[in-house]
């Protein structure tokens, strides 16, 4: 007889559907869609070369340890570059706080599995990233969004937010993902100090944080909340668990990110990494290393920075021209998107069958959500698609919005 | 004020404790210690040059593709040639009935979540792979172990187990970890036919199918429950899932194995990697791809086969003369492992204690058994070390056993 699948799988998964940014990546495979739905980075700005001279030097050098099982918590030279990276444009930390992770999307899982029991309550801001509800809906986490406007989370509404007595934050503090807005640094403060106060700790998603275009860095909140505390010795212990990755600095088919972490709190998910998957490929984090360890990554990172600060000015320029008034949308600072917003009623869902019909793509923000609203919104992609393409995307999509503004009984200007 | 981290953790990690695995690990890092406690394989048979040609040829041909973001269920080709491999020795399978993991410890964490709800029995031979009690722990698996003797699971006993309505049933058949044992072809088909009977799936665990040193090929179980079912249309979909992994066929650097499983089952782990890490390195998949596209593993695994024969082969030998009579072992016909077994009462943790004042190490056998016993046992690794450090081990193994049994009241031959 056949075997009833259907009635084995757990209650984690019984209600799990094929996942929106799935359904959409398929899209953007059709090779003739221009595709701004995507986060990917553009592939002309790996450094193939430098990938090239790092395989052949560590299979040279180190190759029996670089194939060979590894610790869990990284390759200590990677741990010991990264603590160094971050202390110097943001807090000081040690190997001891820092675990290499596969991918950040692995940081989130392991969050949501180390704290998250069902019923838990976790704060974002509303739109958020798309894969930390993915990764902590498995755990049975219900979300309190709190607001969100062109400057990030409204942090004067945080704290209604926390007296529900919540797990803890979670924020994109930088060209957030989805929206592309940044936090100001009088709500990081004044998000430190609540957080204190109601002794909830913060997850700082940074993956962008070095990709600025314009404006001035802003400290990240690691750095802000080990300031508050003013107890570094050079282990930071407070209340901020931040992630960053390689994915957006070198190259996402490395699978490497990284979480700073409180000692204490990295003990725990490594174990929970052990269990999950032994440890990250110990042969990427050599070839990471051995890219970076040069200080290469300063100079390439200039190049990813010019490479999409061009295409956000172009889209940009096109969208101011071709796009019709009733329309508004960010102006990322950096990162890889910016955020739509359509009139109210207007469905973005509608939006992407008529612009699929014309050959352009993008996600409609409504998933974003996790407790509703924004189905006039969409996510846009500037970082893959060649300036020229940008320019005939976004004309296509003006030419959609129009059509189906007008349908909506819109007077398109 | 401090963040009380210990009372944030959810509950499946509350009671995660630091495991005997880690703990050995790290003994085995100690450079005077030999150690027999790992389950390395042996660096010296890692294919450094044909990696090294392999990366280069796929920076230059592919390298954009190799470095981005790629699908969640595996690089196709790998998946196409995995199924054509398996086809080859076992079953009919397509690509829809493969997924790549980040090595096998992965695919049992999916499994875990897939299936697993806080309670579900599994049946387990005992003692049975630790890293699956591992993965499966954060789940609130239960396990109802069933008897194995020097040929594996006692399969007569398995019909009591499925009686008590296990979620499924997870058995190593060849050259089992930790014991070395492999089930005998009789013991797999009762196996098939009590699980159909039962509708219980099996979970067939198969890191080292290709290692045999002596004795003819056992066919899978999941290749005799095809034939059992007789529908096979080039698609499995049975109610067998099994893994295997290039870490003991390539190198464990990379994290890469796979799932052969009904394709409704792939899409279901399909979603849960998605959340997990979004997908398996693709630059690793596409080296792995370039090493094994020209057939270049079957010779390679002849390599495998002769270095891993040579050194079990020592370590009998040794042992023979070297161990006291009251200690009997395994004898596995492959694999990486074989098991020792000293009288009843002997513990085998008082045994490592001194062992390792003779700068030798092995596992003690007890934490194999998730319900307990097996005290007087121990794991003992033959891959890793070069003939004559297993000579070396093997002596002072043997000493070390003398005289422990003589402190326990045994008279010593």
Chains 1, 2 share one sequence.
Not at 106 to 115: K, N, S, T
Not at 198 to 204: F, K, R, T
Not at 312 to 320: A, F, G, Q, S
Not at 381 to 390: G, K, L, Q, R, V
Request: proline fraction near 6%.
């Amino acid at each position: 007889m056949q075997t009833p699948w259907e009635y084995r799988y757990a209650h984690r998964t019984q209600k799990m559907g094929s996942s929106v940014i799935r359904e959409l990546l398929k899209l953007t495979e059709q090779p003739d869609i221009i595709s701004f739905a995507g986060g990917l980075p553009a592939p002309e700005v790996f450094p193939l070369k430098e990938f090239q001279d790092a395989c052949n030097a560590v299979l040279q050098n180190d190759g029996p340890m670089a194939l060979q099982y590894g610790a869990t918590e990284g390759y200590r030279p990677l741990r010991e570059m990264i603590a160094r990276h971050t202390g110097r444009y943001s807090v000081q930390v040690c190997a001891e706080n820092v675990l290499i992770t596969s991918g950040s999307q692995q940081a989130l899982d392991f969050i949501g599995r180390v704290f998250i029991n069902r019923g838990d309550h976790i704060v974002v801001e509303s739109p958020t990233y798309l894969g930390a509800l993915q990764a902590w809906n498995a755990y049975g986490a219900q979300y309190i969004s709190v607001r969100a406007d062109e400057h990030g989370m409204v942090v004067d509404e945080l704290e209604a937010a926390l007296r529900v007595g919540p797990k803890f934050i979670y924020t994109l503090p930088n060209f957030q993902n989805p929206s592309g807005t940044t936090l100001p640094l009088e709500r990081r403060l004044k998000m430190i100090e609540l957080a204190d106060k109601y002794g909830v700790p913060i997850i700082e998603d940074d993956p962008y944080g070095q990709l600025r275009y314009e404006g001035e860095h802003i400290p990240s909140l690691v750095m802000l909340d080990s300031q508050y505390r003013n107890d570094n010795n050079g282990t930071y212990s407070g209340n901020v668990i931040y992630l960053s990755t390689f994915s957006k600095l070198l190259a996402p088919g490395l699978r490497l990110a990284w979480v700073i972490a409180p000692p204490e709190v990295i003990r725990r998910l490594v174990m929970t990494k052990q269990a999950a998957d032994l440890h990250t490929s110990s042969f990427n984090q050599y070839v990471a290393y051995e890219v970076a360890k040069g200080g290469f990554l300063d100079e390439h990172v200039k190049l990813i920075r010019s490479t999409y600060k061009e295409r956000r000015d172009v889209m940009l320029e096109v969208m101011d021209e071709m796009f019709p008034s009733e329309m508004r949308w960010t102006h990322p600072e950096g990162g890889m998107f910016l955020w739509g917003i359509m009139p109210e009623g207007v469905d973005a869902a509608e939006v992407l069958k008529t612009a699929l019909e014309r050959k352009v793509a993008f996600v409609p923000g409504g998933s974003f959500h996790p407790n509703g609203g924004g189905e006039n919104t969409m996510r846009i992609n500037f970082s893959y698609s060649a300036p020229n393409t940008i320019r005939e995307g976004i004309t296509r999509l003006g030419l959609t919005l129009k059509e189906v503004l007008a349908r909506n009984g819109h007077k398109v200007l």
